[in-house]
């Protein structure tokens, strides 16, 4: 079996397990994915002996074969994504602004705009309204204790709390 036979495979497992409990998906993929990833790790492997060194095709191999723990990490943790398309397309609207921000002004201003496209799209991402939670965390930081500057994140942010 071919490598984008075997990844059908796998992310038609992740279609079964969508609606399931974080141990019952880990379940299903010791199961189902395990033994499908094995397959393509082999596959890789195989196909690596087959290509010339230093071609294309032989980097993109070595180069997921160096990183296999990372990318079937997910298969022993029902909480961890088979891949990282929701982020993507959470990203996505701000790739065509990146070619104005390398002219932020100064590096200081460009790390300074990153955080806040972070935690407007974190906002977003925790089902909150950006302006209503940057207004209400503004308004609170200079006042918030150092010690629980935490709940103001958008993952523990309460609004007015």
Not at 29 to 46: D, S, T, V, Y
Not at 57 to 83: E, H, I, M, Q
Not at 98 to 103: A, H, I, P
């Amino acid at each position: 079996m071919r490598a984008p036979e075997l990844n059908s495979r796998l992310y038609e497992v992740e279609r079964k397990a969508k609606e399931m409990r974080d141990e019952d998906r880990w379940r299903l993929r010791q199961e189902m994915a395990m033994p499908i990833a094995e397959k393509l790790h082999e596959w890789m492997l195989a196909q690596r002996e087959l290509v010339p060194e230093g071609s294309v095709t032989a980097k993109a191999l070595d180069y997921s074969l160096k990183r296999w723990v990372a990318l079937t990490r997910y298969l022993n943790d029902g909480a961890v994504p088979l891949d990282n398309n929701r982020v993507e397309n959470t990203i996505r609207p701000w790739a065509p602004g990146r070619s104005n921000w390398l002219f932020a002004g100064s590096l200081r201003s460009g790390k300074r705009a990153a955080a806040i496209m972070s935690l407007i799209q974190s906002a977003r991402m925790n089902g909150h309204d950006p302006f209503a939670y940057l207004k209400d965390v503004l308004t609170r930081l200079p006042t918030q204790r150092a010690s629980a500057i935490g709940q103001l994140l958008p993952h523990q942010w309460a609004q007015g709390s």
